[in-house]
């Protein structure tokens, strides 16, 4: 495992720097590696990474989740209000709508088949998104209208509710019913996530305030890995609890981290953001070096062009629920503009998830693996051009005082 590791990180940091230079996503690169590595080409990482890479993916969107919570301002939110929480749900349902819709055309799949499809496809990504829309926030981008931090709750929130109805989703897949109880169980766990999630927050928030009054100064890297296990716990409180009491355990993280934020000061939430971002580096190469070995690229290569015009026929869909929740806002038409382009990349959900129906063997499994990949693939190198070309002129840069 250990060379398997050290050709991940090496290898995956290679080919980032030069999708990079290529004025390409990074993580493209990262996948590109991680196929070139996999079993189906050079073969160079070992069945024992590949075996513990469904925990690592999870790792990293804990990591991911962590630092979300940590850059964003709720204050700054409620000047937007309602298009957030509409953001959070509308554009993924759409989306969903036009898998189950569109994918039985193109692929041999069942209603229940291609709505699992659409819950894997349908999450925005937090790699691509949440450094962007924290980068805006800084120099003052959008911030006006609290633009970057509507996208960047909206985006966060949707990569939970679409993970949660993945879940139900992937029970009916398994042949498992689904009563009207199992289907209250969505919303209840969300608001159990955050209840929870707001609850720990507080209480860690307290803890590390009265350790500072007795003079013993807790660092700044002791509380990441504070924060890291009781992320931890909380993730696997959700299976603990499972089939008693539904909970979101990725939602809890993130509230955890909002909480914690909104009762320590700036300087210290902006210190473990850092260092949330130092471990993204290493978190994010695990993550999608790992989904590329993943992908056989030879039924990639028979799924491409189908799976492409898939894609983007479902990313139409979701650019119409984006658009319609943003009816009656007092944003203008490039700032509108401007969210749907940001609500286009996939990328940390898809590796985090894309596997998991072919490790529970279900005959779509491998299709659904593809077209995740195929869809990063796609859309994060798009999204992230277009977001990047396009912030300058369609945001309204807020002066900053001095």
Not at 41 to 59: G, H, K, Y
Not at 124 to 143: D, W
Not at 208 to 220: D, L, Q, S, T, Y
Request: glycine share 8%; net charge positive; with cysteine.
């Amino acid at each position: 495992m250990v060379s398997s590791l050290a050709f991940i990180f090496l290898l995956g940091l290679c080919f980032a720097a030069l999708f990079a230079k290529l004025k390409l996503p990074r993580i493209i690169g990262m996948l590109f590696s991680g196929i070139l590595m996999g079993p189906y080409v050079l073969n160079l990482l070992e069945p024992t990474i590949l075996e513990v890479s469904p925990d690592l993916r999870q790792i990293a969107l804990i990591i991911i989740l962590l630092k979300a919570g940590l850059s964003l301002n709720v204050v700054d939110l409620k000047k937007v209000g309602r298009p957030a929480v509409l953001l959070s749900f509308v554009p993924a349902c759409f989306e969903i709508i036009g898998f189950i819709v569109l994918a039985p055309v193109f692929f041999q799949l069942s209603v229940i088949e291609a709505a699992l499809m659409g819950t894997v496809l349908a999450a925005v990504s937090p790699a691509v998104i949440v450094p962007r829309m924290v980068r805006f926030i800084e120099e003052g981008y959008g911030t006006e209208k609290s633009i970057p931090q509507l996208i960047l709750a909206g985006a966060s929130a949707d990569d939970v509710f679409v993970i949660v109805l993945f879940s139900t989703v992937l029970g009916l897949a398994q042949g498992k019913s689904v009563s009207a109880t199992s289907l209250t169980a969505i919303p209840i766990s969300i608001v159990l996530g955050i209840a929870l999630g707001v609850a720990v927050g507080y209480l860690l928030a307290i803890f590390f305030e009265a350790v500072n009054k007795r003079g013993a100064h807790i660092r700044n890297s002791t509380k990441v890995v504070v924060l890291l296990g009781f992320a931890f716990l909380l993730v696997s409180l959700e299976s603990w609890l499972k089939g008693v009491i539904p909970l979101s355990g990725l939602l809890a993280v993130m509230s955890m981290a909002i909480a914690l934020q909104m009762k320590t000061i700036e300087k210290v939430t902006k210190g473990l953001s850092e260092k949330f971002s130092k471990l993204w580096i290493g978190a994010e190469l695990l993550l999608f070096v790992l989904v590329g070995a993943a992908v056989d690229i030879r039924y990639a290569a028979e799924a491409g062009f189908n799976a492409i015009l898939l894609i983007l026929l479902a990313l139409c869909f979701r650019i119409l629920g984006v658009f319609i929740c943003l009816l009656g806002t007092q944003l203008n038409k490039g700032e509108r503009l401007f969210c749907m382009i940001a609500y286009m990349p996939k990328a940390t959900v898809q590796a985090a998830i894309g596997g998991v129906p072919l490790a529970m063997g279900l005959p779509c499994g491998s299709l659904i693996l593809t077209v995740a990949v195929v869809s990063i693939l796609v859309t994060a190198p798009l999204g992230a051009f277009a977001i990047d070309r396009s912030h300058k002129k369609l945001l309204s840069q807020e002066r900053r005082r001095e």
